[in-house]
């Protein structure tokens, strides 16, 4: 057991995986000799060889495209978009091909790839290095969506990724690579060395995809979060007083829609919180599957509290931001609002 | 700063002839047979450059393999893959006909351009994979593969491998190194490069093969395929059929009128040859060239193969909507097959008997073929794949929603 | 007054306005000399010129780079993707660029752009032909997204989106190009000749985007439709007997909520019917919407009735698609559920 | 088939120094001051081809402008130049002390690459539309645009035009030809393109000029804009700057090592030049040259801009990690500053006691706009954009959902 911050508990994957599988490759921009932008790559090169870790073009189409070739070949690839900003010029190749092949081939070939990427504000990234793009990939059939809340968990669902057979988006809250974040840029941060869920094992476990955390209990509501989102619901519930039991869903797809079935069930109110846009964003999906498993219990309407529908301000991250503030004074509009 | 001047233009390319007008090939420069020149295989990209201007070819005009490129090659050979190119004319013609008749909901015949996929797929070993576009059936056939297997993934019957879920002509044949056929364009040109390395990092022998049209070279994986393998020097054949036309545009909307395609490869450090890719002795050549380059570690080669789109684009296309309609008459560079035969003639190893007896084989057993493929369904019998099989192969395991959604079917019905 | 088919009325948008507007470009694959595959510009190029209509190479992401960049110009381009299942090239451009150039540049550069594309299945265009991405759009901010389902609207809110001076996303479903479709492919379509919203005014008209249409007044439950599926819920009312009303949403963003708000406080019932892939599909934002908006009138679950979480099959199209029969189950279940 | 040999070898580039290690840059091929040749504008892009290889250079190690590509330049313009890279200099050292003080958040420096923007904006008439990356403030600088307005920008603050929104260096200043910069690599490339190709359209007589990095080149706009610039022969300058580092990756991980960047151009029969970047009077004169042939109908030129990033990649970046300290003291090349200065001083038109003197003054000037862009506010005392302004420019009015957003996020206020 070694407390680790996100993106070492991250490299941790990787590295137990390369030493695993040989099969395994891992590339990206900037991934090889540097090891990444956010250092989650950092040594492997030097450890597992050129052969296996390596620096590539910066073309995210032509990144998840060799991948998938790779794939295809019977090799296990772990490819890094530096910012999930910058993932648009890869989803043909990940969702017309990497979700499509095994389907269409009918499972003579298939993508086993792991793409990472950071997501998420709160380090003045503006609009092109702060979104949140989870919503497109979960409605893309063939896609399995996992992110990650805490050090623990990163390792676990990491390696899970990267074992599963199909073509798998790992989503990296940047905002907690280096310390748990209740919502508030101006208080010095937890770093995750002080923090239990910052202690990981050293060796080899993994989180089954499609299992949801319960991060605190709660009898009055419920909140679906993931990523950066759980420390900020916990902080708001922390405030409010409300006995709010904050459900950290970890995989988005496969849902585990059962443990959201027992909470809302048990509560009769929700609210969903999620950074990005509001529209078409997947607490849109959230609310749908609520309102479908627990129309009958449910007391007060369910709220979302989520990025406003516009790019991510630079100066104006933290109105953008849905901070305590407005995940609290949610808790309270359900608390308050009529049955 | 500079004194503005006169108005500025905007130029759109034009095809050298639309319908009604007289075909007109001069826009192609052609080298005459045996006089673009064979350097060895582990030249550089750069010593290579002047091959993408060139024009390789074998067969001279009577029929005879003359220059550097004669590759080595025994009638046996040829008979072979004059015998699968006349099998892929009459599959086509056959299964253009099984559209017409409502059997299958779509075809696309690749008549006059049978040479660049056959000739290939007998010089590639096996365990190369190929990574093709919709027009390569001629892979499949060179090899040998059941064409009642293939008819049957065109009826989308209950013997279809591939569960009536793709469309008709989306074949993906593993064990024939036939990777799954895309509907989106040149997807698979830089997977095939990925393939490629991932052989190389795998320290294995087999190398890779990929195939887009000179239309879709402009699509970004293209790009990313010669970056990708340039980079590195993957061990894959980088194939540009160049058939002139992309549904209704010529190649000129693709660049076409201001470089050749095979110089595409030039920026990249990527040796690129220009091939006739109706000369099936040609053919041979160049790919063998380039798959020992590939083999022996000195990196992709970039073919581009000159030859014409002789059948409509798809069923659903009407090409005298716009190009000549006896264009293809009008062809330079001949018909692969009829050049093959003509050679095999000229080398005293073939016959007009032996091509009469050899097309009434090759139509009775594509005419047995279908007729057990149709035993099986076909899109008018409605004998088709079943509609379970919509959610398997989703993912290795089907998760709760998809057996929640196929529960939800199933009571339906 | 002319009777037209929807993609002769389609060209007749692109027509008045290449006549209105000499800024107006047309380009995209085959839509010059040829006319386009749907033949949605034929004769355009003949009347207008290569200057403003031609035909591009084939790369989706250079048609709608080249026309941001025509854009910021101060030409008005309307470029076709020959179908939706290949925008997925282009959505770098459009999402990162299209969409961001106003808000980036603080109104100095814009994108009034129209990106034109047929969606929708129902002609055995297996799983590449045949999707409805609209989901993916609605969550981009910075877009709009519009889907008409006769040719009266088809032409009028063209007409509106290539007026538009933000980038807008019109889909066609081409299910719909030659004749209304009640969900039966066995039965003969009724071509638009024969159908009143066939009758397409020749002059310049437009609907303003953002209006909501009742296709079918009701008082017992409401369905939320678009695009093909209007059609398939007129046919489900009919064969249930529910008085559903059918609301033809028309443009997805900006929204009408007013009219589904009204709509769905009158009958306390509601089914939301598209034909995307299901998980985060468009109908969970509406879904959201619904409850957000109406919770308290309520009296039984929203359903949705969809496309299968699955790539669409060629030979199985028919089971894959959401036809007069599961719409019309649907009405029923939320007819017979308790209250 | 071919028989199958030694194993595949994966090939992957590296550079020719890593910290520690002596730098080293005799991979780069310089051909001699005056050696390129210099054909007319009309040259077509296949008559062009060899100076892609060639490397066009004016200034001697004496100072002297010589060969064919010498510009007829008069010093007062030269000397307008050198202020510019010299004040571009000054900017950037003061911005990037101003983002340690934590007055900004972030800063993109230029150092060692002034030339390429300062010496194009001069050369390029007003109206033409620059499509810069985050490394071309020179530009602005050059056309004399307020330091006070840019640094308002990298503030944030109440009298940033772009209200905060962006992160600092992303300007756009359409009155200054100067395209909003986009966080996303390349897509300007294209964009760049289409405008370019909307002037010809339009019949005007604006050109454009668009900017990528080596490393940038492999993104799929690179391709889409060569394709269509060259099928529609718009009138473009494709600047490709060759700084020889894409933040940790040197320039053979985007396949420099296998062909120059310029060759790229051949295979679109693009006219492709490469360029002594930090050769001010080589910049101007291939500019001029590039612009005449836009500007006359004769197509699309792409320029590769050999130079180096002196600087970090940006303020996040620590460039000791993965290249020798002292690397940049070795660039062969030298500094555009110092060389057009000598240059300068060898055609008696400069001396010691000018240059100090212009740098006293550039450091007072842009001294004195630190203080006043600072005074309306920075990132440290929060006198920051409007949060109201989040709302603004989503759209060209403001749709029903985001009022009602807006409304939300004033009532928790
Ligand atoms: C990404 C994408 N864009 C557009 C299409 C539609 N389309 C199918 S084939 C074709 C023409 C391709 O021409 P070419 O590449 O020359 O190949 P050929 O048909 O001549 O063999 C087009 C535009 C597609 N399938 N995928
Ligand atoms: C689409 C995209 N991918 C990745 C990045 C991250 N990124 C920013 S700058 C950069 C390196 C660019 O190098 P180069 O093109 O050589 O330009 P230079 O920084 O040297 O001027 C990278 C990878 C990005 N901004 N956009
Ligand atoms: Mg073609
Ligand atoms: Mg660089």
Redesign the pocket.
């Known amino acids: 057991m070694t407390t680790m911050a996100m993106n070492v508990a991250i490299r941790a994957a990787i590295d137990s995986m390369l030493d695993r599988d040989d099969d395994m490759v891992v590339f990206g921009e900037d991934v090889g000799y540097f090891g990444g932008v956010f250092r989650c790559t950092d040594g492997l090169q030097a450890k597992y060889g050129e052969r296996r870790v390596f620096d590539t073009p910066i073309a995210e189409g032509g990144i998840i495209g060799i991948a998938v070739g790779m794939g295809a070949f019977g090799l296990r690839p772990v490819v890094e978009i530096q910012f999930a900003d910058y993932v648009y010029p890869g989803l043909?190749q990940l969702i017309?091909e990497a979700a499509r092949l095994r389907y269409r081939s009918a499972g003579e070939f298939t993508a086993p790839l792991t793409v990472r990427m950071p997501v998420g504000g709160g380090i003045h990234g503006g609009q092109t290095h702060s979104q949140s793009p989870e919503a497109l990939f979960t409605h893309v059939c063939g896609l399995k969506t996992v992110i990650p809340s805490t050090p623990y968990d990163a390792k676990g669902l990491l390696i899970a990724a990267i074992e599963d057979d199909d073509p798998v988006v790992f989503l990296e809250p940047k905002r907690l690579y280096n310390g748990q974040f209740d919502g508030y840029p101006d208080r010095a941060i937890v770093p995750w060395a002080d923090h239990p869920l910052g202690d990981v094992p050293d060796e080899y476990y993994r989180i089954p995809l499609g299992e949801a955390a319960i991060r605190r209990a709660g009898a009055d509501v419920t909140v679906l979060a993931y990523g950066t989102m759980v420390g900020v619901a916990e902080a708001a519930a922390a405030e409010t007083g409300v006995d709010a039991e904050v459900v950290d869903l970890r995989s988005l797809l496969p849902l585990d829609t059962a443990a959201i079935e027992r909470s809302v069930a048990k509560t009769g109110r929700c609210v969903i919180v999620h950074e990005a846009t509001r529209t078409s964003g997947f607490g849109a999906e959230l609310m749908a599957t609520v309102q479908e498993l627990c129309f009958y219990h449910l007391e007060v309407p369910i709220e979302r509290v989520t990025g406003w529908d516009t790019p991510y301000p630079h100066a104006q991250e933290w109105d953008y931001f849905p901070g305590p503030k407005r995940v609290g004074a949610a808790l309270r509009r359900v608390m308050e609002a009529a049955t | 700063m500079d004194d503005v001047g006169d108005p500025l233009r905007f130029h759109v390319p034009a095809p050298s002839a639309r319908p009604g007008e007289e075909p007109d090939f001069s826009y192609l420069t052609i080298a005459g047979p045996g006089e673009t020149r064979r350097p060895d295989v582990d030249v550089t990209g750069v010593e290579a450059r002047d091959l993408a201007d060139g024009l390789i070819r074998v067969l001279d005009d009577d029929g005879l393999a003359v220059g550097p490129w004669a590759p080595d090659i025994d009638a046996e050979h040829l008979r072979r893959g004059l015998r699968a190119m006349v099998t892929t004319r009459a599959f086509d013609d056959r299964m253009l006909r099984a559209q017409r008749q409502g059997k299958s909901s779509f075809y696309?015949g690749?008549r006059g351009?049978e040479a660049v996929s056959v000739a290939q797929s007998l010089v590639l070993a096996e365990g190369d994979m190929y990574f093709p576009?919709?027009?390569q059936q001629g892979w499949l056939i060179a090899r040998d593969w059941p064409l009642v297997d293939m008819m049957c993934q065109l009826f989308s019957n209950e013997k279809d491998r591939l569960h009536g879920r793709q469309m008709p002509v989306m074949y993906s044949v593993r064990d024939a190194g036939f990777f799954t056929i895309?509907?989106?364009?040149?997807?698979q040109f830089v997977q095939g490069v990925g393939w490629a390395m991932a052989s190389a990092i795998a320290g294995d022998t087999r190398i890779a093969s990929a195939v887009?049209?000179?239309?879709?070279?402009a699509?970004a994986d293209f790009h990313h395929a010669l970056t990708f393998a340039a980079t590195f020097r993957a061990p894959v054949i980088l194939n540009v059929?160049?058939?002139?036309?992309?549904?209704s545009?010529f190649?000129g909307i693709?660049g076409g009128d201001e470089s050749t395609f095979a110089s595409r490869a030039i920026g990249y450090g990527i040796a690129g040859l220009r091939v006739d890719g109706n000369d099936y002795l040609a053919v041979v050549a160049a790919s063998r060239w380039a798959a020992e380059r590939a083999r022996t570690n000195h990196g992709p080669t970039l073919i581009e193969w000159v030859t014409y789109?002789a059948s409509a684009?798809?069923t659903s296309d009407d090409p005298s909507k716009y190009r000549p309609r006896d264009e293809w008459k009008a062809w330079p560079l001949g018909d692969p097959v009829d050049r093959l035969a003509a050679h095999l003639v000229a080398i005293g190893e073939w016959d007009h008997d032996r091509h009469e007896a050899l097309v009434a084989d090759v139509d009775e057993t594509v005419k047995a073929a279908a007729k057990e493929a149709e035993g099986y369904g076909t899109l008018l019998d409605g004998h088709l794949a079943d509609r379970r099989d919509i959610f398997e192969d989703v993912f290795a395991e089907m998760p709760a929603h998809l057996r929640r959604q196929r529960d939800e079917m199933d009571r339906l019905a």
Chains 1, 3 share one sequence.
């Open positions: 043909d017309s | 696309m690749s351009e576009t919709y027009r895309s509907g989106n364009l040149a997807t887009v049209g000179e239309g879709a070279t699509e059929v160049n058939n002139q036309w992309a549904i545009s190649q693709a789109r684009h798809s």
